[in-house]
């Protein structure tokens, strides 16, 4: 299913910033230095089950559920 990647960062993002616009530009700088870049994924992105697997360690990192 395409765009599953788009919809982990945003559920991520939005857990872990709740609604605060810091926190959502800490929590994406954080994909990025942990090498996940949010601008690079669109919900038509097709999904890389190595980018998944990156993204489910950052989550549980951020004691976020995904």
Do not use: C, W, Y
Request: hydrophobic fraction near 45%; avoid cysteine.
């Amino acid at each position: 299913m395409p765009g599953q990647i788009k919809l982990m960062i945003d559920s991520m993002v939005r857990q872990r910033a709740n609604n605060n616009p810091t926190l959502v530009a800490t929590t994406i700088t954080k994909l990025i230095i942990k090498g996940v870049n949010p601008n690079h994924f669109l919900l038509s992105s097709a999904d890389d089950p190595k980018v998944i697997a990156k993204l489910r360690v950052i989550a549980q990192e951020l004691g976020v559920t995904i």
